[in-house]
């Protein structure tokens, strides 16, 4: 088992096998967990609390290979809308229920939960479900 307890600062040879491990939103904010890379490999991760390990982290550097964070798809609900003011409102709502959430350009993103589909209807902007990486770079946090 490879123990991850701090993140590489070097960058890898050229001619470095790369291994990644495929984590969710959830996953990447977990400092402590064991997860198996796409070669197989059993990893632990002991990171100091409050570690991200966002999109391309390097999590694991050895003399041959090194392993790499890789964004797992998920079930979202992308919303859009015409106008900047129903977004901000959309945002505004996913906030107050302490949701992560995911600003585009004329977009937000948030993980499905079956629950937002009548606040969709009820802020009537166009909403789909759809399977892609969830990046958000926050935690929900509850701070009343």
């Known amino acids: 088992m490879i123990l991850v307890e701090g993140l590489p600062t070097a960058v890898p040879a050229p001619d470095s096998s790369a291994d990644a491990v495929v984590l969710t939103w959830e996953e990447r904010a977990k400092t402590r967990q064991r997860v198996i890379t796409q070669a197989g490999r059993d990893v632990a991760i002991k990171l100091p609390t409050g570690t991200r390990l966002p999109?391309?982290?390097?999590?694991?550097?050895?003399?041959?290979?090194?392993?790499?964070?890789?964004?797992?798809?998920?079930?979202?609900?992308?919303?859009?809308?015409?106008?900047?003011?129903?977004?901000?409102?959309?945002?505004?709502?996913i906030g107050n229920r302490h949701f992560p959430i995911e600003i585009g350009d004329g977009w937000?993103?948030?993980?499905?939960?079956?629950?937002?589909?009548?606040?969709?209807?009820?802020?009537?902007?166009?909403?789909?479900?759809?399977?892609?990486?969830?990046?958000?770079?926050?935690?929900p946090s509850h701070h009343h």
């Open 55 to 93: 999109p391309g982290t390097l999590l694991f550097l050895g003399d041959e290979f090194h392993i790499e964070v890789i964004a797992a798809d998920e079930d979202v609900w992308m919303v859009r809308a015409p106008e900047a003011g129903s977004l901000l409102r959309v945002a505004y709502e």
């Open 108 to 139: 937000v993103a948030v993980r499905y939960d079956h629950t937002l589909a009548e606040l969709w209807e009820r802020l009537a902007v166009a909403a789909a479900r759809a399977t892609r990486p969830f990046l958000s770079n926050e935690r």
